[in-house]
């Protein structure tokens, strides 16, 4: 029997160190949080100067370019905020453009954009097809499709003609524009012969 007593201490002590050592870890961990949930609040979690973001094809050709001197992100619906911000198109078989303003909010992972104060879109000239302006305080561009729209007040200019109108919608795949309702329209006698002209929407809806 006395040979095994030490046996019978070494058990002992060894079933008193699984049981503290499991009660320290389980202490632990209910006492720190390991991985915090992120918080979803409206303030900026992250931010950057000299903001430049590209998106590429399926070919990883650059077709699309951000940039601002100043970026903001927000958790809460996952967007980003940019000052002075420059939003540059250029897909083959399309024209280039280039849309400027104050500020640009980017959401649904970069695949809308709302360009806000002096928002200014440039159309460069492509093939038969002059160059086009529009301006308006508010721009939105869908990248991936190549639309760029507004339902605010804007001023149009295509070559030498010119529109104001409120609300519109640009096509830059077709170079088709839609501007829903229409006044102080000025179309050039050049720019009326032309392949493409800007012919209002006369329904005021936007089209299909």
């Known amino acids: ?11 002992f002590m060894l079933i008193a160190l699984v049981i503290s050592t499991w009660w320290a870890a389980d202490y632990a961990q209910r006492a720190i949080d390991v991985d915090p949930p992120a918080r979803k609040t ?11 973001m590209l998106s ?16 903001q992100h927000f958790p809460y619906n996952d967007s980003y905020l940019i000052t002075d911000a420059t939003a540059t198109g250029q897909r083959p078989n399309s024209p280039r453009t280039v849309g400027t303003g104050d500020t640009a909010t980017m959401l649904d992972d970069g695949n809308k954009i ?9 159309r460069f000239p492509y093939g038969e097809d002059k160059a086009l302006d529009v301006r308006s305080e508010e721009l939105i561009i869908y990248p ?39 006044s102080d329209v000025s179309i050039s006698g050049q720019d009326s012969n032309r392949r493409r002209t800007t012919i209002p929407n006369k329904q005021g809806t936007p089209p299909q």
């Open 1 to 11: 029997m006395k040979e095994r007593i030490p046996a019978l201490i070494a058990l």
């Open 42 to 52: 409206r303030e900026p979690d992250s931010w950057s100067d000299k903001f430049v």
């Open 56 to 71: 590429s094809d399926a070919n990883g050709v650059p077709v699309n370019r951000l940039e601002g001197t100043h970026m």
């Open 114 to 122: 709302v360009i806000r104060g002096n928002a200014h879109l440039h």
């Open 144 to 182: 991936n499709e190549d639309i760029i729209t507004t339902d605010k007040p804007a001023l149009v200019i295509n070559g030498n003609s010119r529109m104001n109108g409120t609300g519109m919608m640009y096509n830059n795949k077709t170079r088709k524009l839609d501007v829903y309702s229409s």
